[in-house]
């Protein structure tokens, strides 16, 4: 079915609120819950906070603050992209299929969309932007396309650097007007909208994510919070994990053998 995007995506004004993480709480997290959910092999957020886990066995899971189940879509495959944080659609992006899925909340009723070979050769990741475009990165060139989904123009175009190092790219998002890949050769890679290269931030991490104008990744056993215009950077000792995801009132640390550890986690303004 050919997709209509206009639809898609219900875009929420970004509400961004500064805040300043105070280190010391990070002595004092206090465990919520602890859910045994077995081989994880990627995760995300939403921005009411909702949580996604997508497993080994191709189920991916929609959860609560406090661990209940929402949602639940099997027999699908482990997605190559996963992003709900246009609420209430949920991208998933399967690269052997070249083939994008919209789902509503609850992961039914999706629109499909299938990438054509004129707008990638080799399309190895897609993610939606804050206009209801996509990105698409290419791998037969390295190059970031912005597309129109509702009739493949191309829009913008950009070609990243490889001739240092291949890159071996496993994530990407836009967000506040930035773009930002995941290597997992190297690191977290940020670029502006016209391609400059803004900054690289040397990281083992498996995944990142935002709050505010903060970036946070997992580095050993902190996750750090790199602010996007300071670039000041603050930590939070949570523990060694593989994935983590931060929301307003969650720290949640994800280990190796699939436990799912939630701790209540409440930011403070320091002028407050």
Known sequence: MRVTFSRLFL??????????YNSSKAQNLKKVKEIKAGKIESVAIDRLGDFFLA???????????????????KNAKVPTLLEPWFHPKIFVYDQ???QIAIYDRNFQNPDILQLEPSIAIKPLLACPTNDNKLLVLDGADFSI??????NNEVTAE?????????????????????????????????????GKKVNQLKTAANNFGFYGYQLYFLQEDKIEFYDLYTEKVQMVVVGNGK?????DERILLINENGHVILYDYKTKDEHD
């Open 55 to 73: 497993f080994k066995n191709g189920e991916i899971k929609k959860y609560d603050a406090n661990g209940k189940v929402l949602a639940s879509l």
């Open 145 to 150: 396309k912005k597309v129109n989904p509702l």
């Open 158 to 194: 950009f070609y990243i650097d490889t001739v240092d190092a291949k890159p071996n790219f496993i994530y990407m998002k836009e967000y506040q007007n930035l773009i930002f890949l995941l290597d997992k050769n190297s690191g977290i890679v940020i670029y502006n909208s016209i």
């Open 243 to 247: 994935f983590v995801l931060v929301s």
């Open 96 to 98: 052997r299929g070249q």
């Open 11 to 20: 875009t929420l004004p970004l509400v961004v609120v500064f805040l300043v």
